[in-house]
């Protein structure tokens, strides 16, 4: 097994996996900002690096630094956890060039999944349902052509886009060249690549995916799925497994057809095949998560199987010791993503100091953060404080305990999006669980509406 392992990332994550590589006997090596001198997983790390000043582009996102520290520092593997470089195939190469294991897949399979328009291309060959659209890089003329033809709305895509930035809908061919324009520009600007595609717009789909473990002998794996249709601005705010709202038998088309892709693209680490989901239970896939997820917390919950320890086992080389019969199903999981982030000004993000927090505990509530009492929520990075995971044998127990919780979660200093999720925890329609992606942006305009009355 490995020695030691070198974790190119910050905040929970980096803490998460830690953890795991303290219960596996595997040292530890953090790399740190300037602006992350005071960072928990800085001190629960073996050893520490500094590798440059506060933006991400001189830290964490500095391929060279991190590649010397874990050098310098003796590593034998790099852990890019998620975000930053974890899906950049060239720090992959890098990594594995310096005679380091890059924990992660391929880079050859990384980069063709993480390019959309080729993971459409390679998914349509391997006979997994998929979007009409482009299928790849195209044009102006091209995509205004393809457009007109499959019909409006459209959504206009970076092909190495994520985290909802190079994405706009046309709802009409008058409006493609601008916002055509506009997505080829944020995608430059976000992933240093401007190619685009388009494929149709799914009005009101529900947004699920499925959580993959793959090794480098040719065993896969699905870990059932997960609800991630709670999203505001195409980023998840809450996520939920399984999916109690669709039917066995398309969870069942979905698990083939995620085993069915990561077998066709020889994919040999843990991932997400994510799809959508439209009123009829028509599924279609969407991208490709090469990577460990934010949300991996609720799966553990559900199957208690450990997905970052399973992720590093593979890296190395050792077979999945877990076969498909032996995932069983355990009751419900329920994640709110809780960040310091203002509801009442549009979410703008409020960085500054933790003067408390208390979190709540007991049966079936975990924490994953990197946040204490005292901590300074930087400016510099995402304004994610903690991940609160509640699970339970029924989705009304998890319902009930998430309420519970989230009465208790103190976090005084900054404005967090604590009381978002407890007035979501209450409304009818995501009680009922059949909510989809347009659901967060109708509730936050009636929260807005009743707000403006009782004023």
Known sequence: MFKKILIANRGEIAVRIIRACKEMGIKTVAVYSKADEDALHKELASETVCIGEAPSSESYLNMERIISAATLTGCD????????LSENTQFARMVEKCGMTFIGPNPDVMEKMGNKAEAIKSMKEAGVPIVPGSYKAVSLEEGHKIADEIGYPVLIKASLGGGGKGIKRVNSTDEFEALYLEAKDEAKKFFGNDEIYVEKFIVAPKHVEVQMMCDKHGNVIHLFERNCSMQRRNQKMLEEAPCQSISQNLKNKLYDAAVKACKYVGYDSVGTIEFIIDKNENCYFIEMNTRIQVEHAVTEEITHIDIVKNMIKIAYGLPLSIKQEDVKLYGHAIECRITAEDMLNDFRPNPGKINF????????????????????ISPWYDSMILKLVVSGQSRLECIRRMRASLEELIIDGVKTTTEFHYLLLHHPTFILGNYDTTFVESFIKEFDENAKRLR
């Open 77 to 84: 593997a790099i852990h890019p956890g998620f975000g930053f």
């Open 357 to 376: 927090m208390h979190t709540p505990g007991g049966l079936g509530v975990r924490i994953d953060t990197s946040v204490y009492t005292g901590y300074t």
